[in-house]
């Protein structure tokens, strides 16, 4: 083995997970976890995280050790991620970050800036200023303070709008300075095998398809119950298909029509990604096509 570590990115439902399985049983590797939702503890099913058989398969490290109720972040990955190489590397494992979140693998490979902790009363005291506002109102007097990090926001994405705000306010200066001095990435310096997996948009878009009808029969409604009241600003209220299937239960929308819309967010999802990974990963390695015997057999000979 002449790699320090391996990097597998991919669109949801593009086969990374079985990829990284099968390539963890050849040369003795821990998978971490490189996805933003598949950290969620209560939602196993809907973000597709590994099974019994899987786990049973290799070592596996940040997979749902979070709750859906806390804040994680890219920074808080960053720093689970460096303790989990590190486990790895003591084992003698070699360390196969695995997921679709390009944010993470940037963290990883480029670094993070090295944002303040926000204290949790100026975390409070915002959201409860947009609830009070309303998010049209909260985002116009946040663009009036930091026009230049609104500039680059969505006024209707709760997340982000509310990161920022509380930043500003905790630390008296805007997001966007502390992103530009980005800090250590936890494998500098080392040797990496990085990948991208790029099924055909059909193939992909049947596996998608696919994968949401198997997720329904393996209890999917039934979890998307169990994470009702989930608080709207948090970052596990964004695990796709959640919202449609809330609307099931709701009595808003049937489960037929709820599927479809799942389906067709899941899709617009994974063209997102590969957006991403076509801009900020365009020297890693790209893997095309549908068997996974022949995908493998390319990443194997990459390395």
């Known amino acids: 083995m002449t790699v320090d ?49 899987e786990l049973s398969r290799a070592p596996h490290d940040l997979f749902g050790h979070v709750s859906v109720h806390e804040v994680y972040s890219a920074a808080r990955f960053q720093s689970d991620a460096r303790a989990a190489l590190a486990e790895a590397r003591s084992q003698s494992h ?51 303070r930091d026009p230049e990090t609104a500039a680059t926001l969505h006024p209707g994405d709760a997340q982000r709008v509310l990161r920022a705000a509380e930043v500003l306010k905790a630390s008296g200066r805007p997001i966007l300075e502390w992103q530009r001095k980005a800090g250590d990435a936890p494998l500098a310096g080392m040797k990496l095998a990085r990948f991208v997996l790029s099924p055909a948009r059909s193939e992909l ?53 709820a599927k479809t819309a799942a389906k067709t967010a899941t899709r617009r999802y994974a063209k997102r990604q590969l957006t991403w990974f076509r801009h900020r990963m365009a020297d890693w390695t790209w893997i095309e096509g549908e068997d996974a015997d022949e995908i493998f057999a390319q990443v194997f000979s990459h390395m």
């Open 5 to 53: 570590a391996v990097l597998i990115a991919g669109p949801t439902a593009s086969g990374k997970s079985g990829l990284a399985l099968a390539l963890a049983g050849k040369i003795d590797g821990t998978l971490i976890n490189t996805d933003s939702m598949q950290v969620y503890r209560e939602a196993r099913i809907l973000t597709a995280r590994p099974g019994d058989a």
């Open 94 to 144: 070699v360390p196969i970050f695995v997921g679709g979140t390009g944010l993470y693998f940037s963290a990883l490979t480029e670094g993070l800036a090295q944002i303040p902790a926000v204290p949790e009363w100026v975390r409070n005291e915002v959201r409860e200023r947009r609830a009070r506002l309303g998010a049209g109102a909260f985002f116009a007097e946040f663009e009036a």
């Open 205 to 257: 878009h049947w596996r998608i398809n696919a994968r949401f009808e198997a997720m329904i029969a393996a209890g999917a409604l039934e979890e998307a119950a169990g994470l009702r009241g989930l608080d709207p600003a948090l970052p596990a209220a964004k695990i796709l298909g959640l919202r449609e299937l809330w609307s099931v239960l709701d009595g808003v929308m049937d489960l037929a029509t």
